[in-house]
């Protein structure tokens, strides 16, 4: 068994697995060179590019794991909302989704006919890669975001209006949401990914008891489902407050971001609970020096115990230096390896 999927199953490895969200992304040379002749969107929905850019990192950085390249959006192609990737603004809708006739208007996702260069790209690339392949899926929540605001931001207030004004328009499109997920999330499963990763970007946004009620169901319900068959890794952006809720989903691994030290967010989740992260992306923009000396502090935090995934507290930022990449990489499977040798 890889060592990632060791340490999702709580069992003792040779050195702390390691790899980075958005690993395949704007820092990587290569990547910058196949967008010269690609744009996003057909990067993203051709099964030949979706291989090569999922395992450009495997190669170049030396990552214990390769994260299926797709976006959050994905799976709206499916369902009838009609958006276009703008660049440096990222999803943009044609019509947000605020009322009764726009929720009635989702179709029902067949990810076997709307996603099918994608279940492909899946099906290639754990014929030729040596390790696991995590899949890529959004949570209902944040999904929902995308889809109410008409495109990201960061407060999300015509998200939470809606929530508040029509719980019951709300609690609609969460279900229509999360039946179409689970089926994307269990095509993806289908087609050979070993683990997934549910992102929640958008969730340290709400108040405890918002996400207990309007939210946390639905998510809870998906990673149950997914995690019947495989592990499942559950990501969301400050969310300090609301661990121990992420926790009660059952997700194996819960992966936090830089805004806590990991030790005391480890102790909060349960020592029986993996745990993922948590380097503040920044510190990969300075030198050497500071790159190994905040990653030493994580690998500590960690203490050597069973469990523990190496990850940025959020994804990697495109001007981070590609070298310094590769450089942590290194660092943290020396380290916590000589460490578990004491």
């Not at 996003?40 to 979706?50: A, K, N, P, V, Y």
């Not at 994307?184 to 340290?204: E, P, R």
């Amino acid at each position: 068994m890889n060592v990632l999927l060791k340490a999702m199953a709580h069992e003792e490895v040779p050195y702390t697995p390691v790899w980075f969200m958005r690993q395949a992304g704007r820092a990587l040379k290569s990547y910058r060179s196949l967008r010269e002749r690609f744009s996003f969107h057909e990067l993203s929905t051709r099964t030949e590019t979706i291989v090569e850019v999922t395992q450009l990192p495997v190669r170049e950085l030396g990552v214990d794991a390769a994260i299926l390249f797709a976006d959050l959006t994905t799976p709206l192609h499916g369902m009838g909302v009609r958006f276009s990737i703008v660049e440096g603004k990222g999803p943009v809708m044609d019509h947000p989704i605020r009322d009764e006739s726009s929720v009635d208007k989702l179709s029902d996702l067949n990810p076997e006919q709307d996603l099918a260069y994608l279940l492909e790209a899946i099906r290639l690339l754990k014929a030729s890669l040596t390790v696991p392949l995590i899949g890529f899926i959004a949570a209902p929540y944040t999904l929902a975001t995308y889809m109410v605001e008409g495109g990201g931001g960061r407060d999300h207030p015509w998200t939470r209006a809606l929530l508040y004004r029509r719980p019951d328009l709300w609690e609609r499109l969460m279900e229509r949401l999360t039946t179409n997920l689970e089926c994307y999330g269990h095509a993806q499963i289908k087609a050979g990914v070993d683990t997934i990763q549910v992102f929640d970007s958008w969730l340290g946004g709400l108040p405890p008891e918002i996400y207990r009620r309007y939210v946390y169901p639905y998510t809870r319900h998906l990673i149950q489902s997914l995690q019947a068959r495989v592990p499942v890794i559950y990501f969301g952006t400050k969310t300090a407050g609301l661990l121990e809720m992420m926790v009660e989903t059952g997700a194996r691994v819960i992966g936090v971001d830089w805004r806590i030290n990991l030790d005391d967010a480890w102790q909060r989740i349960g020592y029986l609970r993996g745990i993922q992260g948590n380097l503040d992306p920044a510190v990969l923009l300075a030198d050497r020096d500071s790159i190994r000396t905040m990653a030493q502090m994580v690998l500590d935090q960690a203490d050597r115990r069973p469990g523990h995934i190496f990850n940025l507290g959020h994804g990697i930022l495109p001007q981070t230096p590609e070298d310094h990449l590769k450089f942590l990489v290194d660092f943290v499977h020396e380290y916590s390896h000589r460490e578990r040798g004491r």
